[in-house]
């Protein structure tokens, strides 16, 4: 390695140099942006820790961290916390392992006690990092005509989401956060989850612009019963926060929304539809394989600094099964009041 190399914090007048490497770099996805930095800090009120590798005059290397501190779910170190991916990028290997020291150098002066980086793809695992794979994404890519794109997913699906064109479903792209964000939270309440802010969809629209759009499914009766707020990045689009009402189950609406923005993705020039990650084994999980989707597990790496073992911060872990059955049975009103308090560390 040159020894010209140096790691820095990331300055505001950097921002543009730092996006520009990651959308230059082969694994360089939507969640590496700076962007982030505005949405996690003002939304959810972590502090950012950007560390990049420079030599000379260029970058060579960047690694996003946010740190997370709760009395309740612990002290952390992450990259990238809400994404789906994270992790360093770099030209080589040896700068990434520079940036990844400097990262637990830092985990360690912070005294967190733990440091997760959410990788895009697999890194061989040396120490003081280990591998977690709890998680797996789904990618499918898309084709054109609409009947090709059809017959690219599993039958059984297929024939649910022609159900689905049965039940004079219909649909509108036109950017709506707010209804979006209304049909999420009532999605994730059911589920036993609390919710995120009601700012966070309007403040990544208004960060990443026409890269972030929402598509919303309505009834016969022209009621919103689905909706989803996806990403737009290089080739792929990614729906990333989607839901619906209690009557999207019958509907079929959800899955009548999913195919309806793998159409629009493709008029739009996208070729990868990247449905996001989901904890294995999980109902979510379950439903993406029935797409028929190309399965790919998440090789996050984890360190422990003050720990002593892996959080478990997973809605399957026995010990918050009554928290979730009580969190299904709030009224709206009170989740989305209470949920922003709790969701901002269970990113």
């Known amino acids: 390695m040159k020894q010209d190399l140096t790691i820095r914090a990331l300055t505001r007048k950097a921002h543009n140099l730092w996006d520009h490497y990651v959308d230059s770099h082969q ?17 959810f009120g972590h502090q ?79 120490s003081p990092w280990f591998r977690h794979c709890h998680h797996a994404t789904f990618k499918n890519t898309l084709a054109l005509p609409a009947e090709d794109l059809l017959s690219g997913i599993k039958r059984k699906q297929r024939a649910v989401i022609r159900h689905a064109q049965k039940n004079n479903l219909s649909w509108e792209a036109k950017d709506n956060p707010a209804l979006c964000f209304e049909l999420y939270a009532e999605s994730v309440r059911n589920l036993g989850t609390p919710v995120f802010p009601p700012a966070l969809f309007q403040t990544l629209k208004d960060t990443f612009g026409s890269s972030c759009e929402t598509l919303v499914v309505r009834d016969v009766h022209g009621q919103p019963v689905s909706g989803v707020l996806s990403f737009y990045y290089k080739n792929q689009v990614l729906p990333y926060y989607g839901g619906g009402t209690q009557a999207a189950r019958d509907l079929k609406s959800n899955d009548f929304m999913y195919y309806q923005l793998m159409l629009l993705a493709k008029e739009r020039g996208a070729e990868l539809f990247d449905f996001g990650r989901s904890k294995i084994n999980s109902g979510a999980y379950h439903y993406k394989k029935h797409w028929g989707m190309e399965e790919q597990p998440l090789h996050y790496r984890m360190a422990l600094v003050r720990a002593k073992r892996p959080p478990n911060l997973s809605p399957n872990n026995p010990k918050y099964r009554y928290f979730i059955r009580a969190w299904q049975n709030l009224p709206m009103g009170l989740s989305k009041q209470i949920g922003p308090m709790l969701s901002k560390y269970l990113g």
């Open 27 to 43: 694994h360089g996805s939507f969640f590496h942006l700076t962007g982030w930095i505005h949405v996690i800090q003002d939304v």
């Open 48 to 126: 950012p820790h950007y560390l990049f590798a420079q030599q000379g005059d260029q970058i060579v290397g960047v690694l996003p961290l946010f740190e997370q501190k709760s009395l309740l779910f612990g002290h952390a170190l992450i990259s990238t916390p809400f994404c789906v991916y994270g992790g360093a990028l770099a030209d080589q290997d040896d700068i990434r392992r520079e940036l990844e020291n400097a990262a637990y150098d830092l985990a360690c002066e912070l005294n967190v006690d733990y440091i997760e980086l959410r990788d895009s793809h697999e890194h061989p695992c040396e």
